[in-house]
Structures are given as C-alpha cells and as structure tokens.
C-alpha cells in the first residue's frame, strides 16, 4: 500500500505517459489472428458435437414413410372435443367404460366375420395387436396430465386398460399409430394390407360413434364422490 501513488492530477499525468510506453490499451479489441480462429473453430466444433448427439438421440420421423391413416371427420370432431373437456374444462371420462376397448375390438371382428369370414383369421390378428398396442400405450402416451391419478387409481397392476378404457382413448391411439408402426418391423405389403384394415375400423367407429362414445365427460370431483359410494 505505501508504493501506491496519491490519485493527483501530477501522478495521472505519469500514469498515463507509461500507459502510452508500455503500449497498454484500455479497451483491449477481440483476439484476431491464429489464436481467435482457433478459439471460433473449437466453438463451432463443440457446438456441431453437440448437435449431432441429438439427431442420433431423436432420429427425424420421415414422413414419406410413415403409414397414412386417414381418420374421418366427425372422428376428427371428437378428438377435438375430447381435448376440450379435459384440459379445458377439467372434466375426464367416467371409467369404467362401456363398452371398453375388448368389447369393441370384439364387435368389429364380429362385424367383418359376417362380411366375410374368409379373412376372419387376418382380421382377429390385427384386433388383438390393436389390442396389444393399447395396453402398452395408454399409460406413455394416450394419457393427459389431469388423467394420470384416475389411471393409477383404475388400473392396478393386474387389470389391462383395454378392459377399463373405451373409444375416447382407443380413437387417440390412432393419432399416435403412423410413429409406432414406423419402428415395427413390417414388410411392405403386409403394411398396406394393414393400413387398409385399419382405414375400415375406422369407418366402423364412425358409423357407430354415438354407441361407443360418450357425449359428455363429468367433473374429477363428481367421479371421486361416485366412486367413493
């Protein structure tokens, strides 16, 4: 402390005349030559890492070759009105449903047996990997927040959704059906063979939406006080 200098205008003066011998600048510039290329390539170069560790973790979905599945309007209607009621209105659907998604998968099969039984086996098949689909599903990714106790508290360990839940839920299944069956292992032909069958269900669902679906969906609170009695 005491080979400081007083802060006077003389001692100011000296400051500055060394600063100027000593070449010292008081705004030092952006690094330039060899040492800021290589600072600017190292950034872009752990930036590029890093961008290519996400596309290998989230491989882009190639819409060209995912499986078109056309859903019907009135359909398009009730998945609009699904989402209404409950992340708007925070009302859910009273479980359990009837029919469920077994009992309608079953009324189809039925359905195309009397259409045409020959194809009763390939048709039988497809319901139970729909089926199958569902119960994996539903609890990853059919499901929206607010839904997620009622589920706990409908499903335990041992029951399958598909014998709690109904068309609301199955119908959201085939938003997400295109990406699942993008990482199934299905040759071509079989592929559109399914996708037509698929297409049918559909038009099935449609022409019976005012059995299967509900109308209205009741409050949380409502559903807890019923099935407490």
């Known amino acids: 402390m005491d080979r400081l200098m007083k802060h006077t205008e003389e001692n100011m003066r000296k400051k500055h005349a060394l600063d100027e011998k000593h070449g010292i600048d008081k705004n030092p510039k952006a690094p330039r ?8 390539t190292n950034v872009s ?10 596309i290998k973790l989230k491989p882009a979905l190639d819409p060209d070759k995912l ?13 609009v009105d699904d989402s209404e009621f409950i992340t708007h209105l925070g009302k859910l ?9 077994k009992d309608i998968l079953k009324n189809y099969f039925d359905y195309r047996l009397k259409k045409c039984g020959s194809m009763a086996d390939s048709v039988e098949e497809i319901m139970k990997g729909l089926c199958s689909y569902f119960d994996k599903a ?18 335990p360990a041992n029951v399958f959704p598909s014998a709690i839940y109904g068309a609301e839920h ?4 085939f938003v997400k059906l295109p990406e699942l069956l993008f990482h199934a292992s299905i040759e071509e032909e079989t592929l ?14 449609q022409k019976n939406q005012s059995t299967f ?17």
Do not use: W
């Open 170 to 173: 199955l119908l959201r299944l």
């Open 33 to 40: 030559g060899p040492l800021a290329k290589s600072k600017s």
């Open 67 to 79: 499986v078109s599945i056309q859903i019907p309007p009135t359909l398009k209607k009730q998945l």
């Open 138 to 155: 539903l609890p990853v990714m059919l499901l929206y927040k607010t839904e997620r106790q009622q589920y706990q508290e409908a499903c």
């Open 93 to 101: 659907v009273k479980l359990p449903r009837s029919p469920n998604v």
């Open 45 to 54: 170069r752990g930036r590029k890492r890093r961008n290519e560790s996400v």
């Open 192 to 205: 559109i063979g399914l996708q037509a069958q698929l297409l049918d269900f559909l038009r099935f669902l």
């Open 213 to 229: 679906f509900l109308s209205t969906y009741h409050v949380a609170e409502d559903i807890k006080i019923s099935s407490n009695k």
